[in-house]
Nanobody, 118 residues
């Protein structure tokens, strides 16, 4: 069973930055594309960003393009989300998972809360 543990969330002012991490268990991490999703209160969980197994390809939701950067370190079984120029509308619980395209596959972690104050 794959376990995903997200961390790095917190409270930040608008315009600030945060770096999220997602540590994955399992020897096959480097075989999978990974992604980040988020869920704001009262809203459905939505796709944020994805990265190919090699890290050579990335894809972003329009709402975060140019502000967020997804990356991975397969030696550490970890995927990252660097979030810059944060806006109050980025406030949500952020989750990582395996992806197929922009769709979630398999397990969710517990998520990490990001709160952006205006």
């Amino acid at each position: 069973q794959v376990q995903l543990v997200e961390s790095g969330g917190g409270l930040v002012q608008a315009g600030g930055s945060l770096r999220l991490s997602c540590a994955a268990s399992g020897r096959t991490f480097s075989s999978y594309a990974m992604g980040w999703f988020r869920q704001a209160p009262g809203k459905e969980r939505e796709f944020v960003a994805a990265i190919s197994w090699s890290g050579g390809s990335t894809y972003y939701a329009d709402s975060v393009k140019g502000r967020f950067t997804i990356s991975r370190d397969n030696a550490k079984n970890t995927v990252y989300l660097q979030m810059n120029s944060l806006k109050p509308e980025d406030t949500a619980v952020y989750y990582c998972s395996r992806v197929a395209g922009t769709s979630h596959v398999g397990y969710w972690g517990q998520g990490t809360q990001v709160t952006v104050s205006s």
